[in-house]
């Protein structure tokens, strides 16, 4: 018969398991129960419906799927943590420079700040624009 583990061991032989969309779902889940206590049960319901779908990746044999599933959501996760950084390298730039607009190419051309009217070149097609630094 074997112990309790070795029965789980053969339980979870060529089961998916834990992943980072796994992890992200039962977060929500989480803090949908917390929604739950204030707002009622529908957060609930929903909440129940996120982890059954977790233990059903965890469980599931098919690694492809699975495997695409996570990778589809990692990608979507470093795009926005790319818009998120850009836009904060952005913001801490504001102080310091100007970003302007070639009006021919539309390339964006960052300048500093307090050196007054110059004239500026774009170094995508060099056409030239003068512009308050």
Not at 3 to 10: I, P
Not at 105 to 130: A, D, N, S, V
Request: charged share 30%.
């Amino acid at each position: 018969m074997g112990t309790l583990r070795e029965r789980f061991r053969n339980f979870m032989q060529g089961r998916y398991g834990v992943d980072t969309l796994s992890k992200v779902l039962i977060g929500i889940a989480f803090l949908l129960a917390v929604l739950s206590i204030f707002f009622g049960r529908i957060f609930y319901l929903l909440g129940i419906c996120l982890l059954v779908y977790v233990y059903f990746r965890m469980f599931s044999t098919n690694y492809e799927k699975r495997y695409k599933e996570n990778r589809a959501f990692i990608n979507y996760k470093n795009r926005i943590l790319a818009l998120r950084r850009r836009w904060k390298n952005r913001l801490r730039m504001r102080k310091t420079h100007h970003i302007y607009t070639c009006a021919k190419c539309r390339q964006k051309i960052r300048i500093p700040k307090g050196r007054g009217k110059i004239m500026i070149t774009c170094p995508k097609c060099k056409y030239e624009f003068i512009k308050r630094s």
